[in-house]
Nanobody, 115 residues
Framework: QVQLVESGGGLVQPGGSLRLSCAAS????????MGWYRQAPGKQRELVAR???????NYADSVKGRFTLSRDNAQNTMYLQMYSLKPEDTAVYYC?????????WGRGTQVTVSA
């Protein structure tokens, strides 16, 4: 059974930083991609950043230059380093794991950017 657990969310002032972590457990050998999505109140879930099997990454235009996605393959952990946070970054952030056999999601971690 594949499980994803996010951590690292919280309340931060505009301009601040946070690092989110996503720990993956379970048996899987091939990953299509791993990524972070977010959903703000009243809005659809949107892609924040994703890394594919080959190591290539893509970011939403709104976070380019401010967020960095990285992976620790040995620990099956993915990180999202967020700098220069803005109030519009406020959302629940979800970890996603896309495997050949299915798509998996964590429960999410709340990020609130407010003065």
């Amino acid at each position: 059974q594949v499980q994803l657990v996010e951590s690292g969310g919280g309340l931060v002032q505009p301009g601040g930083s946070l690092r989110l972590s996503c720990a993956a457990s379970g048996r899987f050998f091939v990953i299509n991609s791993m990524g972070w999505y977010r959903q703000a109140p009243g809005k659809q879930r949107e892609l924040v950043a994703r890394i594919n099997r080959g190591g290539g990454t893509n970011y939403a235009d709104s976070v380019k230059g401010r967020f960095t996605l990285s992976r620790d393959n040995a620990q099956n952990t993915m990180y999202l380093q967020m700098y220069s946070l803005k109030p519009e970054d406020t959302a629940v952030y979800y970890c996603n794991l896309d495997l050949p056999g299915g798509d998996y999601w964590g429960r999410g971690t709340q990020v609130t950017v407010s003065a």
